[in-house]
């Protein structure tokens, strides 16, 4: 079950996407470059009847007035039979080019190509305004989970999925738009306007291994400090998805086995857990925070960050630079520059702890 979701960011508003799967804009474009040939054409043949006395205006203006079928005088004669033949049919196809062009741009308006256009437009601003922030590939069965928890804990975020429909309904199941490129993600103009060059992390979920592992490449070679989750099925690609560039690869299938099992022996901790992931009220979760060089956390102790009075944080444990930790950390302990506190606490306590140390 998804979390409730809270708003990401006040000044953020984002619409759904217009119900529209396929939109127009590539046919009319195509039409739109074959009109211009047409025209082109136009030109060079009714100048080449006009020489040596017309000029490319003039051409321009007879190619104009037999497109549109307007009927003004003519400034170039067309008096030979075969300039005659060149101007009949001439008007006959680029008239047709025009009732095409204005059909595919009757089709691209009512059928929603319009609507994504500028869609796309408002998303591709938002996005740009984002950094840091973390992109996740695939809102399928598990993406829908971890964009739920994003949400639900006020991380900023851009969803990358191909399917505008998909994304739709999970704004309405989540009952809050979010940011989203509608697209390939293993393409990598898609991950470049999801913004990966500037993000903070990735995770890939798309539903198969082959996809994340091209991913994952895709997403290290744009942003080498990029972290990257990726998901995996089959335990034997896990060692290419890490050589691919991957920090942690996560198995669905090891994870439902170890929550089953704790399910039978631990069931007083697994219920502890699950209750503190649905309180949609204060919304705990176990969070960590890095201690930056020059911070005012730094030489402090455990007992001072208390003494701030952050509400709902409890300091878990502390991790130094060198990989060793330190479980309940006494009220005397030091934290220093390059330690990472793991705390229990809410969105708002997150939020403050990071100013703090910042």
């Not at 929603?112 to 695939?138: F, N, P, Q, S």
């Not at 994304?167 to 697209?183: D, M, N, W």
Request: net charge neutral; charged share 25%.
């Amino acid at each position: 079950m998804v979390a409730s979701p809270k708003r990401l960011a006040p000044s953020l508003h984002i619409d759904l996407p217009p119900p529209q799967a396929e939109p127009q804009g590539r046919p009319l474009v195509r039409t739109a470059l074959l009109v211009g040939l047409v025209f082109s054409i136009g030109m060079v043949g009714f100048y080449v009847i006009g020489r040596p006395e017309a000029e490319l205006v003039d051409a321009f203006y007879m190619t104009s007035i037999t497109l549109t079928t307007i009927g003004y005088g003519e400034v170039i004669p067309v008096e030979t039979t075969a300039a005659k033949l060149f101007t009949g049919v001439y008007a006959v196809i680029g008239f047709g080019m025009f009732v095409y062009l204005f059909s595919n741009i009757t089709a691209f308006m009512v059928e929603g190509g319009l609507d994504r256009y500028l869609w796309e437009r408002k998303m591709h601003r938002a996005i740009e305004k984002l950094k840091d922030h973390t992109v996740v590939c695939g809102a399928g069965n598990t993406g829908r989970h971890v964009i739920g928890e994003l949400l639900e804990t006020r991380r900023p975020f851009v969803v990358i999925d191909r399917d505008p429909e998909v994304v739709r309904a999970l704004h309405q199941h989540l009952g809050e738009p979010f940011p989203a490129v509608i697209g390939d993600a293993t393409d990598d103009d898609v991950l470049r306007a999801a913004g990966v060059p500037r993000a903070s992390g990735l995770i890939a979920c798309l539903s198969r291994d082959n996809d994340n592992l091209v991913v994952t490449l895709s997403a290290r070679l744009l942003a080498p400090k990029l972290r990257i989750v990726a998901r995996c099925i089959d335990e034997r690609e896990q060692a290419k998805i890490r050589r691919a560039g991957a920090d942690t690869v996560v198995s669905p299938n090891m994870i439902g086995g170890i929550r089953m099992v704790s399910e039978m022996i631990r069931p007083t901790v697994v219920t502890f857990l699950d209750l503190m992931l649905r309180d949609r009220e204060r919304r705990l979760r176990v969070e960590e925070v890095l201690v930056p060089e020059g911070s005012p956390l730094a030489t402090s102790t455990v007992g001072q960050l208390h003494a701030r009075k952050i509400k709902d944080l409890l300091v878990v444990a502390l991790r130094d630079g060198d990989g060793s930790w330190r479980y309940n950390p006494d009220e005397d302990e030091r934290m220093n520059a390059g330690m990472t506190i793991v705390f229990m606490g809410s969105p708002e306590a997150r939020v403050a702890l990071e100013q703090l140390v910042a």
